[in-house]
Each structure stands twice: as structure tokens, then as C-alpha cells.
């Protein structure tokens, strides 16, 4: 079994199409079916079930699949090693993020980590934050901007950047209380929630089960913005991070929630032993990010003066 058989498979596997993973290569089609037919014969199972349309994995695919993903992760960061011992940093860095996570800006630390490391290929992708540290976890993923629920996550590594309370969004004539509010208080309020996998949903589902109440939104969505128009329409509230109530202060209510809730902290996510490049990464988020957070009591107060307005 060869590393290059791993990659074919890999990229089939992405793709579920023979055609698209050979473009995606740069290799021919029929080269890439002999590949996988090889690695098939070799491991004395088939690997896809094939269509006219598209590819899935049978079993033994999908048993492979992740141990294929940590071996070329493993292999990719020991040659990375031996280039950061050259002096050189090279490879991919792949980094992930939940949005509007923390004190980070994405796009300018990675225009900055581009214009300093030329020759580190560097991708990104959204997604939640359950998602993100298991794509860590399979060297799917280099660092990840996470938001860390307690739930430890078996490889991984969290680097606490900030730490904020939970608020709850409303319209201005919502009617809630301007002093912190309970969750009790929103028993009748329609609310508007993110999907799955969010941090921000975790952490919600757990403020309403210490209240002894199921955490149910009318409405789900998979970004930020979505999230701000629904409350910003009266369409329901939202139990968000305190750092949400500064986006839109003209237009939205931001009321503290009391006591006891549970502390959202943004997070870095990365593997034990990340590669040279991550490391890099990680050296540049955290001497630039930690001195510029803004501290806990800095956002309560501000959320406190706008609840009051």
C-alpha cells in the first residue's frame, strides 16, 4: 500500500465521483480506477459501491477512510518537520472557525500569516464547533476557532482566548427585563436558536436544562447574521454570547442573563502535536490576540449600559 493509493482513495471518497477526484488530482480517469483497484485487490475488499452517477463507500471504505486521513496527516507533517528544521515552512495549513467566534479576525490573520509564510498553502472552512474539533482530531483540520463546551474532544488541545456571559437578544419592545433576566423569563418567548453543533447551541441547551426546561427555537440557522435579522424582526429571542450584543446596539436589546449561566469562552483548537505550520499559526493568534481581548467585565459593562438605555 502506497501513500498515493491513500491519496486516490481519499479524494474519490470526497467527491463520490471518479471523475471530479481525477480532475481534482490531475491524473487521468482510468489511471485513478487502476489505482483504486489495486488497493482493493490488496486489501481483498471492495472499497466503493459504483453508479452511473456517483460513488459510495461500502463498509471497508468507511473503515478505512479515517485511518487513511491520519496517515497522510502524519505524513504530511513529517515532511513538514524536516522542511521547519531547514529553515523553510511549507505544507498546507487548513484552519476552521464557527463565526463571530471571539476576538479573532479571521481574514487579517491569515492575510498576515499568508505575507510572512509564502510558501504555506492555506485553507478554510466554517462550520460548528462539535464539527471542528473532530476535524482536528483526524488531522482533517490544522487549527480551528472554537468554542469550547467542556466536552473534550480525544487529541485535541484547547488554548482559551477569551471569555464572555450569555445575554439574551431582543427587540426593543419585547417587553423583557432590562435587569439580567432568568431563563424562567422566557418560557413563553419564541426563540431563535443555531443548528447543531454550534458551540453557542450547546451552551444554550445547557442553560435550559439547569433551569429545568428544554431548550426548543422555532427557528434555526447556521449564521450569525440570519440570527441578528430573525430577533432584530421580533420574530423571537436568542440566547447568544455577550459579544453579540455590540453588533447591532441600535437595533437590538441585550439583557444579561442572571448568575449561574454558563461562561462562553472562545478557543483555539488544535491537535498535541500540531505540524510546524500550526504552530506558527497558533505562536501568531495568541501574542496578538490575548492582549487585545477584551476582558469579561469590559463587554458586561457595556451590555449593562445598553440593557439600560
Not at 111 to 123: M, Q
Request: hydrophobic share 45%.
Amino acid at each position: 500500500m502506497e501513500l498515493r493509493q491513500l491519496e486516490h482513495f481519499v479524494a474519490v471518497a470526497e467527491e463520490r465521483h471518479f471523475t471530479r477526484a481525477a480532475q481534482n488530482l490531475l491524473i487521468s480517469q482510468s489511471g485513478l480506477s487502476a489505482s483504486i483497484r489495486a488497493l482493493e485487490v490488496e486489501l481483498g475488499a471492495p472499497l466503493f459501491v459504483r453508479s452511473t452517477r456517483r460513488v459510495e463507500l461500502t463498509a471497508a471504505g468507511k473503515a478505512l477512510l479515517a485511518d487513511s486521513l491520519r496517515t497522510l496527516a502524519s505524513a504530511a507533517a513529517a515532511q513538514n518537520a524536516v522542511a521547519a528544521v531547514r529553515g523553510l515552512l511549507r505544507g498546507t495549513l487548513s484552519v476552521g472557525a464557527e463565526q463571530c467566534v471571539g476576538p479573532v479576525d479571521i481574514p487579517t490573520e491569515l492575510a498576515r500569516f499568508r505575507k510572512a509564510n509564502p510558501g504555506v498553502d492555506i485553507r478554510l472552512r466554517f462550520a460548528g464547533s462539535a464539527e471542528l474539533a473532530e476535524a482536528v482530531a483526524s488531522g482533517q483540520t490544522d487549527v480551528a476557532l472554537v468554542v469550547d463546551t467542556g466536552l473534550p474532544t480525544q487529541g485535541v488541545r484547547l488554548v482559551p482566548l477569551a471569555t464572555h456571559g450569555l445575554i439574551v437578544l431582543s427587540h426593543p419592545d419585547r417587553g423583557l427585563p432590562t435587569e439580567p433576566c432568568t431563563i424562567a423569563d422566557l418560557a413563553a418567548e419564541q426563540l431563535v436558536g443555531f443548528q447543531a453543533g454550534w458551540g453557542c447551541r450547546v451552551l444554550a441547551e445547557r442553560a435550559f436544562a439547569s433551569a429545568g426546561m428544554d431548550y426548543r427555537p422555532s427557528m434555526e440557522v447556521n449564521d450569525v447574521h440570519s440570527l441578528l435579522d430573525l430577533v432584530g424582526l421580533g420574530l423571537g429571542v436568542a440566547v447568544v454570547p455577550a459579544p453579540f450584543g455590540l453588533k447591532r446596539p441600535d437595533q437590538l436589546r441585550a439583557t444579561p442573563l442572571g448568575a449561574g449561566s454558563p461562561q462562553w469562552t472562545a478557543a483555539l483548537a488544535v491537535a498535541e502535536e500540531p505540524s510546524p505550520a500550526a504552530t506558527a499559526f497558533l505562536d501568531q493568534l495568541v501574542s496578538r490576540v490575548r492582549p487585545q481581548a477584551a476582558s469579561s467585565v469590559a463587554i458586561s459593562s457595556a451590555v449593562s449600559s445598553m440593557s439600560g438605555a
